[in-house]
């Protein structure tokens, strides 16, 4: 889905007036959007409190915490201004909530029992730094989520962030969650923006249709839906594709062990993995039963006409010099989808900068391939994009590499292919700064590949879903920021497709 700058949305909202819309059904409708959204990222009721400014955009919060309140939340309502200096909408919403405390406390946050701050101070048509009283009141948002462990939602944009260019102002909200109303809008796409407005989801209204095509489109479950089919009840292995791995090698090991589970997690029928020789008695324990394990001496013995979709690198360390001519020959016999991750990036780093051929990057991609670099392997691999914007990065590999799908790891993933926008993927959060997240979502993608998705589809969805199990670990498990394991993200991947709506 595209995206439309603060005055295209603000015409888009006229338009809808005008076709009989109101701006109180607009408002009641995405504040239940909101109210169904927040009950969804929590396994347990908590606290609420809806900050709000005097426009309409704190009326959305308002509306949110009513449907909050009947769903057993405790609310309460924060608030500067005096009450004549509030919009006619806002005091209306004010009313409806009858006798909710406000400018209370900050009450003290429970394990189990999130405190939630809404941020309603302003909407997409303010710009320039937060004045008086909502730079206090913003002071006080980011305060209680940096020192009272609240977690901070921000209604449509952050307060304080400009909603076409992302540019952050002085004292802006800095939010855990952007729920973003009607249509994305294009600063929430900034790298300024992205501590600002943590992970977005789409609150869709349908009197405001989302405008297809741009350049730039966010990667959400709306955009998702219909991609990956539901099975027949005669599904059977066969359908659901053969994936095979090449990872692992001495004292990374796990990186094997992770890729294999997420292919297994995200749906792949049978799971092949090959391993040098001399690792297959370290590595056989260590692998869920469902994996098969071949070993091998040489990579000419991976025969890539038995699967659907192959997986290339997580673990597989650097090679020996002169291993460049059989990991290249390997490439070149992959008619089928691969995903290409870590070690086998380096490969064709070093392939790229002539070290042992004078085969450039592009001759080692075919048509069907995925990379999936982190910050660092795009530098090795692609040296004169260096200081590039991540978004303009996506958009040369699209021109330059027609052939090939782009994964940009990042705290927003991108995903790139010649003839498409740009992806921004919406899910994730910053546990998944560890070891392993990578391994994990090459196998997912693999699988997804396996499947039948098409290379850009996969790309996308395993990007949404690793990112989506890694917020449920934290919201529905037991994990935090801190303790998040990329196995964790293994294990709530069923609950990820469940979120989707497979």
Known sequence: MGSLRCAEMRKLEDDAFKHGATPEGLMEKAGRGIADAIVRRFSSKGTVIACIGSGNNGGDALVAIRYLADAGWKVSIRCLHKSAELGALPRKKIRELGDCPMNSSLPVCHAGHPLVLLDGLLGIGANGPLRPPLAELAAWMNDARENHAAQTIAMDIPSGLNGDTGEVYDGAVKADLTLTVGVPKPGLFSSLAVNHTGSIELIALTELPVPEGGDLCLNDVHSLQGILPRRDHDFHKGDAGRVGILAGSRGMLGAAVLCATGALRAGAGLVTLFADESIYELLAPMLPAEVMLRPISTLADINPAEFDAFA??????????????????LLQRMSIPVVIDADGLNRI????????????AEQCMGP?????????????????????????????????????????????????????PVYFNATGNPGMASGGQGDVLTGVISSLLAQGLEPQDAARMGAWLSGRAAELAISHGNESIQSLTAGDVCNWLGRAFTDMGS
């Open 349 to 360: 780093a070093n392939t790229a900068a002539g070290k042992g051929s004078d085969l450039g």
């Open 312 to 329: 290339i690198g997580p673990g597989l360390g650097r090679g020996s010099k002169g291993s460049e001519t059989s990991f290249l020959d």
């Open 368 to 420: 069907n391939f995925i990379l999936t670099p982190h910050p660092g392997e795009l530098a090795r691999l692609f040296p004169e994009w260096a200081g590039l914007d991540r978004i303009d990065i996506a958009k040369a590999f699209a021109t330059r590499y027609d052939r090939s799908t782009l994964l940009l790891k990042g705290a927003h993933t991108l995903v790139a292919r010649s003839g498409s």
